[in-house]
């Protein structure tokens, strides 16, 4: 996959001056969803550093339960206590794995920072076992720093 390609579409989607913030996320999830064959469900996740949790925002793909999430639990849990990447090539190897469908076989969770603090994450789930590469955790490091202008 030539994530290079995609740069410009998410810069122009983020760049859009008459759509709200939330628009352009969930337009962002579509295009990425769109784009890569392997991205069957792309959204995104915001900390209440407060109370130490994620909440769901914008996403495209299957309905899930998963509306908050704690710190610590799951992989998106996990990666809001780390400030690190996680890639997980086999959902059913995780022990801290929050199930959302028997059709999720693998998982990339990428932070967002604003300013130094991890105010959430892009979390991605692939029908396909072990699809995700470097090039895909670098292609999100770029969105997450063209999404964190938005804030």
Known sequence: MNFENLHLEV??????SNAERDLKLKK???F???????????????????TKTLHLGPYVGAETDHT??????GI???????NANFV???????DN??????????????PLFVDGVNIGQIDIDSHVLDPFTEADERFL???????AKLF
């Open 88 to 94: 997980v090539p086999d959902v059913a190897a995780q």
């Open 141 to 147: 490091e770029f969105v997450n720093k063209e999404v």
């Open 32 to 50: 990425l969803s769109d784009s890569v064959p392997y991205y069957n469900w792309v959204g995104f996740y915001f900390a209440n550093h407060e």
């Open 68 to 73: 908050v999430i704690p710190f610590g639990k």
């Open 76 to 82: 998106c849990g996990q990666v809001a206590e780390s």
């Open 28 to 30: 962002l999830c579509q």
């Open 11 to 16: 810069i122009r989607i983020l760049s859009e």
């Open 97 to 110: 794995y929050i199930a959302c469908s028997f059709t999720v076989k693998s998982e990339i969770v990428v």
